[in-house]
């Protein structure tokens, strides 16, 4: 992926600097300016959300919540353990929120949290990493942030529209994952029959 973004960077960059020397310049510093003006807005909003879900975790709240969505938990992610569920559960509040940065951090330590020591994912992560993409949000609180900040005068008014997509992109996500891996379990059971069973030996015919 680094290499990719580095080609990217490289191509806009060459591309800029043969149309426009003076563009290329100006482009990189309005980036860099702009990229620094977004972080500072955000700071604010995720300094406060961030800080909430460590008071949460704090009063034990998280621990209320997890057991809240332990059942639905259990069903997406069968096997796993309760530090896991309450990682999963605090993860998928933060996404429920539309904070999808701190969502990672929780979701990287349910991730670890599935490891079985094999070099291939399981079900389970794939359904956590599908979960976080697909990112269900009933209050988009970033865009909604960025939307403000920028002189938006009804900033929330993609809210419905928002929670419609995220609602089916995650179903669909849920569904497909559930799907592939019990076709997936099927298939290796039948290749392992085959495996096990007899061979018989063909002779060969007499002239």
């Known amino acids: 992926m680094?290499?990719?973004?580095?080609?990217?960077?490289?191509?806009?960059?060459?591309?800029?600097?043969?149309?426009?020397?003076?563009?290329?310049?100006?482009?990189?510093?309005?980036?860099a300016n702009d990229s620094v003006l977004l972080a500072i807005d955000l700071v604010a909003l995720y300094g406060f959300w961030l800080g909430l879900f460590a008071i949460l975790d704090k009063l034990g709240i998280s621990d209320f919540i997890a057991k809240l969505l332990r059942p639905l938990i259990k069903f997406l992610f069968p096997g796993t353990?309760?530090?896991?569920?309450?990682?999963?559960?605090?993860?998928?509040?933060?996404?429920?929120?539309?904070?999808?940065?701190?969502?990672?951090?929780?979701?990287?330590?349910?991730?670890?949290?599935?490891?079985?020591?094999?070099?291939?994912?399981?079900?389970?992560?794939?359904?956590?990493t599908v979960i976080s993409a697909t990112s269900l949000q009933l209050l988009p609180t970033t865009v909604i942030g960025m939307r403000a900040n920028h002189g938006s005068v009804n900033p929330s008014d993609f809210l419905i529209p928002c929670i419609i997509a995220t609602v089916l992109s995650?179903?669909?996500?849920?569904?497909?994952?559930?799907?592939?891996?019990?076709?997936?379990?099927?298939?290796?059971?039948?290749?392992?029959?085959?495996?096990?069973?007899?061979?018989?030996?063909?002779?060969?015919?007499?002239?």
Request: aromatic share 4%; glycine share 6%; proline share 3%.
């Open 81 to 128: 353990d309760e530090k896991t569920q309450k990682y999963i559960s605090m993860n998928m509040s933060a996404n429920l929120l539309g904070l999808g940065n701190a969502a990672t951090p929780m979701g990287i330590n349910a991730i670890k949290g599935m490891d079985n020591g094999s070099d291939k994912v399981n079900v389970n992560m794939i359904m956590l």
């Open 170 to 207: 995650t179903v669909i996500g849920i569904v497909l994952v559930k799907l592939i891996s019990r076709l997936s379990a099927i298939f290796k059971k039948k290749k392992a029959a085959q495996e096990t069973r007899p061979r018989l030996r063909r002779y060969p015919e007499k002239s």
């Open 2 to 31: 680094n290499k990719a973004w580095l080609v990217i960077l490289i191509a806009s960059i060459a591309t800029l600097l043969f149309k426009d020397p003076a563009l290329a310049l100006s482009s990189m510093l309005k980036g």
